[in-house]
C-alpha cells in the first residue's frame, strides 16, 4: 500500500478544509509513493515516538498534534524539530497530523471525550471559521460534581497530574460543556451554553479564576455557582481519540496500526498532593509551609 | 493613618516605575484621604476575599495580581469585575495592588521563591524593560530532582494539585532557575543560564514538551537531559511572598496587617492521582481506559 | 421598580446590538435588583451631574455620553473617573449610557435634532456597520442660511458659543443634512447627499476648511459653494433629545423624570465675539491686534 | 532673486529637520530657478490666498499649513487640493510651507502666542521628536480669567467666533501653558506643568469637559479647579506668527512681503450669542427652546 | 471636444470601480472643461513623452500606468514626479491613467498579450477583489517553448533586452497562462491552471527559481518539468495594448489620436548576451569569468 | 574532519550576528558530528545541486542563498522544498546557506563584485542593522558606460540575459555604486553618493525607470543624467563570490572544495534580442509587432 493511499482515506476522514486557518495539518515527511505496512498512533510526535516507530518497523506516524505549528527554517539536529525530522528520513518514517481537522470530525476527538464523559447526542459549543468546536450535552441523569470528575477520570488514561477540578464536590452537574486541548479562550460560550460543568485542558491561573469568579458573582446574584470546571490533561484528554482512529484504520486499509506506548504527557510525577486536600470535607486541613 | 501614607510606603518598596509596561499596579480603589486600621494579604482580590475584608474590618487589601488588568467600562454587578469593585467601594475597602513592580523587588516575590528553593545568592534569569526578572542560583549541594522538589512542596502552602514535576526523580540537581506566576515564555533564557531544573508555574502542554523535547534532543548530542521542570503552582509559589510582606509593613506602619485565609486557587481537588504513578519505579503501573 | 425593568425599557428603546462596536452602552454602575424611584437624565456624567442627582434623591442618571468609553484601569478618587465611579457606587446612584445606539434611533437623537431644523420626513446620511447614522431632509421651503441658523439657534438651549457658520448670509438653503456630535469625518456623505447646509458640531479648522474649499472649487466649476457648514455645539445639539425621551419614560415607566439643570457643555463664556462680525455686512470691520 | 534663495534664507529660520515627522514641509510648488520679487504670507494656502497672490503679482506664497499633508494621487481641477495646484503652475506662483518647524524656532508660531498673553521668559510645555513643543510661563502679575482672555482677544486679529473660555471669570491665573493650533491631546502635559490656564484652538467636547472633570477632581480633593482652557481660535492664534515672519524676510531678502488679507477661518458669522451668557453673573439667564 | 466628453468614453470602456482597491486611476491632470482635439497614447507618463505631447500639440496623455500611484506631498520640480505634473500643468496638457480596470477590460491589456501569445478563447488566471485577472486559453495546435516564445517576440515591439525563456526549448506547449506586467505574485494560480507556459514580466530571480524547482520536483514525481516561463518585458508586453485604444478612440471621438515614438523601456541596451547561450544545443559553451 | 569544524570556520568567516534580522543563516540540515570530507559551493541550494553533491560524494553543500528563508511547515515530497530536504538527509548531505552575512564580509559578495567592477578602495553604500551594505568607489579612470558594462560582463559568468544597461553607451562613468542580488530599493543611497552608475540586479520596470526619471529630471535642472543602471543577474553577479570562498576553504581545512557546474540562473535562453537594438547607433532600427 502506498503512502497516498493511507493520506486519501485521511483526507476523507479529516478533509484539511475543515482544519483552522492558523492550523498545520497534512504530510509532514514522507513521499506519497513510499510503501507503507504498518503504522503507530500517538498524540504527539516526539523523539521517542519516533524511535519507537523506527523500533517497531513502523512505515508512517500519525499525530494528533503538528510537529512544525511553527515553520522551520533549519533541519540540523541541532534543534529538537530539526533532530526529529532528521530521525524520521533518515528512516524512511513518514508522518501524518490531523489536529483542528479530527477535532471536528465525527467520529473524532471532540466526540471522543463527549462519550468519555457520558454523553450522547450532542451540540456545538462554538463555531470558528464556519466549523463547530467542542461540544454539549446533558447526562442521562444528574450526578455530583465528585462523582463526574472520577467517572471521566476513570475513563482517561492514567497521568501523574490526574483529573483537577474546581467546585463543589457535591454539586449537581447535569449539562456539560467540552472541548478537547487547551480550552481557556471559551468561557464565554460556555456560559452562553449554560453548561453546569466545563472539561478542557490547559488552564491556566488568571483564567480559571476569573471563569470561577463569573460564577462565583452569578451566585450572589441568586443563581448557580457554575460553570465548575474540570481540566483533564491535555494529553490525556486528546488520547482519546487514538483507539477510535485505529479501528477505522483497520477496517478500511490492509495496514498493520498499533497505539504508541509513550505517554507524551510532559509531568512524569506529583509531590504534594496531599490527601486531605483530595477529601476537602477530612477534618484536620494541613499547615504546611507559607501562610501560616 | 491616611490611606495616602500606606500607598506612599508601598511606592517605596515595591517603585511603580519597575513594573512592565504592560501592567496595571497602584492604587485601584480608595480615597489617599481615607483612614486606614487594618489591612489584609492575599494573591488575587477575589470577591471572597473582599468578603473577608468587609467580615474583619480591613480598610485595604493589597494584592499581588491587578483586578483591572485589562480596562473595563462597567462596574455594574452584573460582571464579576463589577461586582468586586462595587463591593470594594460600597463597604469603604480600599484596594492596592504590586504585581510585577514586586516580582523584581528585594525582598519581593522572586526572592521569596527563591529562598523556598533553597538558594541564597541568585543572578536574574533575564532582563526585560530594564528589570531582572526571575533568578538563577547554585544549592549548597546536588539533589536529587524527587528530593528537590519534595523540599519546595513542604516549604508551599497545600494546594489540590500539588507539584507538578517533569524529568527523572533521581536526576540530579544543583543549579535552579525561577520565576514565580506563568513562566512558560522564558525557556530559551533558562537554558541560557544552564539550569538543570525550572521552577515556576501554569505550564502548558506544547510549551512544556517542546523544552523537554529540546533537553531529550541535547541528550541524544551528548548532554544532560536537563532543564527539569517543576510547575509548582500560581497561587502557591506567589503567595510566599505574603508573610514577608507582612512583616514589612508591621514594622513601618501603625496599622495592624494579616493574611488572608482565602485560598484563591481555583482547583479544589483532584482526582484519579494514582499513588502508583506517584512512584513511577512501582512494579505494577496502571491500567485504565483509554490506550488500554 | 426595580433597575433591571428600567433596563428592559431602554433596551427596547436603544437596542444596544444597533450601538456602533467600537461604543460602550449599557448599564455602567448599578445592581439589577436595586430600587429606582427617580431619574435624571443629562447629556454628559459629570461629577456634578453625579451631585445633582445624589442632592435630588435621583437613583439612576441616563446620560448619552458613555462614562468608560475607554477602559478603566483603577476607581481610586486620584482620577476624575474613579471618584465619579466613587460617587456613583457610595451613593447607590446607578448610571445607564445609550449613545450610538440613541442616536439612530427613532425617537432618538438624530430625528430631534432633524425636527429642530425644521425638517420632517428625513433619510439617512450614511451607513455604519449597518445602522443609518445622521439625517437628511428638505426644508418645507427655502430660507436663508442665516435664517435657517437662527432658526435652529432659538430651538437649541443657551450656550456660551452659539451657533457658528460658514457661509454666505444670505446664501438659499432647502437640503439639510445633519449628524448629532462631531461630525468632520462625514464630510464626503454630505456632497454625496447634495445638501445645501450641513448641521453637526465640534468641527475643527483642518477639516471645516478643507470641506469649504472644496465647495469653493465647485462654484469656480459652476456649481453653488455649498455645503455651508453649521456647527451648532455638540452638548446643546445632543441635549434636544432629552425631552423627548423624558415624555417616553414617563409613559412607560412608574417612575419620576427629571432634566438634569447642569450645563454640561464645557466653554462658560465667550469674548471678543465682535458685534460687526456677527453682521458681515455691516460697514467697519474691526481692526485690531495682529493682521493689521 | 532665486526661488531658490528664498528657499535657503526659510530654511535657515525654520530647518525642515526640526519639524514633526509626519509633517510635510518645504517647497510644495514652483521651481528653484524661478525669480522671485513679491511674496505673500497666509495661515492657509486657500483657493482665494491664491488668487489674492496672482492679483497683487506675488511670485511665492509662503503659508503655515501644508498643501498636502495627506498624498494626492490627481491635480485635475475636480478636487479642491489639484484646483489649487493648478492655479498655482499656470499662474507661476510658488509655494513653500514651514508648519511645525516654525511652530518650534524663536522667533515662531509658539513664540509669538506666548507674547500676545504677556509672557517673556518661557520655557517648553513637553518635548516631541526632540522638538519643544508649546511654551509654559510666568504672567508679570495675576490676573482674573476674565482679564486673561479679554487682554489675550485684543492681540488676535478679530474672528467670528472669537475666544472660548471655560472656568470661572474671577478665577486667578498665573502661569500660562500655550500650544498653537489644535492642543487638545496635551492635557496630561499643562497638568505637569501646574499651568494655571491652558491657551491653544480646536478643543472638542469630550477632551475638553474631561479635562475640566479632571480639574474638578482636583478642587474635590482640595486643589484649584484648573487648569482653565481658552480656545483662542486655530487661524487667529497661528496667524499672530506672520507679522514677525514679515519683518523677518523684509530684512534678509531684497523682495516685496506683504501680509494676506484673507481670512481663512472657515467661520464667517456666530448667532445665539447670547448677552447674559457671555456674563454668567447676570440675573436672568436665558430660558429658550430645549431642556426647559 | 471637452476633456469631460473623453473621460465619459474612457470610463465607458474602463470603468473606474474594476480597478483594484490600492490602484491610482483616472483624471490625473486637466481641467473638464478643457478643449481636447489631439491625444497621445503611451505605456508610461515619462518626463519624455509629456514633451513629446507638447511638441506635437496633444492636449491629453493616456496612459497604462499610474504618474501618482504612491501619493506626493509636493509638486516642485526638485522631484521627478513635481517636474513631470508641472511640464504638464504649464504646457495645458491633461493626463489620464486606465491601469488595472484596463488590465481587465475586454478588449484591454490582458486580451491584446493573449491575442499576441495565440490565444483565442480564455478564462480568466485568478480572481482579485471580483476582477479576474490575467488569462489562459489552449493554443491552436502545440508547439515547441522556442516556437512560442519567437512567435510572440515577433508580436512584441522590439526592446533591448528581448524576451527571456525559463525551460527546455523544444518542450511541447498547449495550456498558456499570462498576466500582463509584473506577475511573480500568481504562480500558485498558474499551477492550479496547469499551464504549460506562463508568459508575464518582471519576474526576480527567486520566485522565478522557485517556481522552476517547484516544476522539477514535479518532474521528480513522474510529471512535466511546468509551467515554463516567459518573461516578455514589462513595457512590451503592455504596449500592445495600445493600437487597440487608439481604434476605439478613433471609433468614438473625434479628435486626433496617436501612439507615442518614445519606447519608456528602461532599458537602452545589453551586452554578454552570448550567441552560444542563445541557443544552448551548441556545441561549445562560452568559457568566461568566474566559475571556471 | 567533523561538520561542525567546517560551521565553526565559516562562522568565523562570515559571523551570523552580521546577518540582517530578517534573514536565515547557517547550518540547515546536518548533524555537527558528521564527518565531512568533500564540499560542493553554488549559488542556490536546487534540487539538481543537490543531484550533483549526492553525484560526487559531496557531503556538504555550502551556498549563497537561503533554502529555507521562509519557514516550512512540511518536508514532504509534494513541495520542491520539502523535497530538497529530503534528498538532503537521506543522502546525508549537509547544507550550510552565509546570505547576507556573507554580503557584509570581506572578502565577500560585495567585495568580489566590487572586484569585478575595477574598483579598489571602496566606501559602503548604505549601513541597515548596523552592518555595511553595498560599496561605491572610483573607477581608476572613466571609461564610457558601453566599456564599463562590456569589461563587467567579461568578469562575470555566460548567461542568457547577459547584463541589461539603461543610460547612454557613451557617457561616462567614474564613480561606481553596487550591490550584490535585488538591490531596486537603494536608489535614495545611490542618488545620495552621487555615483554615476548603480550596478545590481533583478530591477524592476517601475523602481528602474523612476529612478531613470530622477535622472532626466537633474538633467533638465542642469546636472548629468545619472546614475546610469546596470543589470548584472542576480545569479551571474552574486556566483562571484564563490571561488574566493573555495580559496579561503581550502587553505583552512583539509577538505576537497568544489565548485558546482549547475548554472542556477533561471533563465536559459533569450529571443528577439535584436542586434540593432544592442547598437542603438545602428542606422536602421527594427520595426515589428505592434507600435508600429
Redesign the interface.
Known amino acids: 500500500m502506498r503512502l497516498a493511499d493511507v493520506v486519501s482515506v485521511l483526507e476523507q476522514l479529516y478533509p484539511p478544509a475543515t482544519a483552522q486557518s492558523w492550523d ?1 495539518v ?8 513510499q510503501p507503507v505496512r504498518r503504522v503507530l498512533l500517538a498524540v ?1 510526535p ?3 515516538v519516533v524511535a519507537e516507530a523506527v523500533a517497531v518497523g513502523a512505515d508512517l506516524v500519525i499525530t494528533h ?2 510537529l ?13 524539530k ?5 530521525e524520521l ?2 528512516n ?1 518514517v ?1 508522518l501524518y497530523c490531523a489536529h483542528t481537522n479530527a477535532d471536528v470530525a465525527d467520529p473524532g476527538v471532540g466526540q471522543a471525550l463527549a462519550s ?1 464523559c457520558g454523553l450522547a447526542a450532542t451540540e456545538p459549543l462554538t463555531v470558528s471559521e464556519d466549523q463547530e468546536l467542542g461540544r454539549v450535552g446533558e447526562l442521562a441523569e444528574p450526578v455530583t460534581l ?1 462523582a463526574f ?2 467517572r471521566l ?17 457535591d454539586g449537581q452537574v447535569s449539562r456539560v460543556a467540552l472541548l478537547g ?2 480550552g481557556d479562550g471559551e468561557f464565554a460560550a460556555v456560559r452562553r451554553a449554560r453548561a453546569d460543568v466545563y472539561v478542557t ?6 483564567p ?7 460564577a ?2 452569578a451566585q ?2 441568586g443563581g448557580a455557582p457554575t460553570p465548575y ?1 474540570v ?1 483533564a490533561g ?3 484528554s486528546e ?2 481519540w ?2 477510535g482512529l485505529r479501528e477505522l484504520l483497520r477496517s478500511r486499509l490492509d495496514v498493520q496500526v498499533d ?1 504508541s506506548t509513550v505517554r ?11 490527601d486531605r ?4 470535607d477530612a477534618p484536620d ?8
Chains 1, 2, 3, 4, 5, 6 share one sequence.
Open positions: 498545520q497534512g504530510l509532514v515527511a514522507g513521499d506519497p509513493e504527539d516526539t523523539l521517542d498534534h503538528p512544525l505549528l511553527r515553520g522551520i527554517h533549519s533541519v540540523a539536529t541541532t534543534s529538537a530539526g533532530a526529529t525530522v532528521t528520513l533518515v524512511d513518514a468519555a465528585r470528575a472520577e477520570a476513570a475513563a482517561l488514561p492514567a497521568s501523574a497530574g490526574g483529573v483537577r477540578v474546581s467546585g463543589d464536590p486541548g487547551a485542558a490547559d488552564l491556566r491561573h488568571h480559571a479564576l476569573e471563569a470561577r469568579e463569573e462565583r458573582a450572589r446574584a470546571l481540566d491535555h494529553w490525556a488520547s482519546l487514538l483507539p497505539l507524551t504527557d510532559p509531568w512524569d510525577f506529583v509531590v504534594g498532593c496531599d486536600l483530595l477529601r476537602p486541613q494541613p499547615e504546611r509551609g507559607a501562610l501560616t
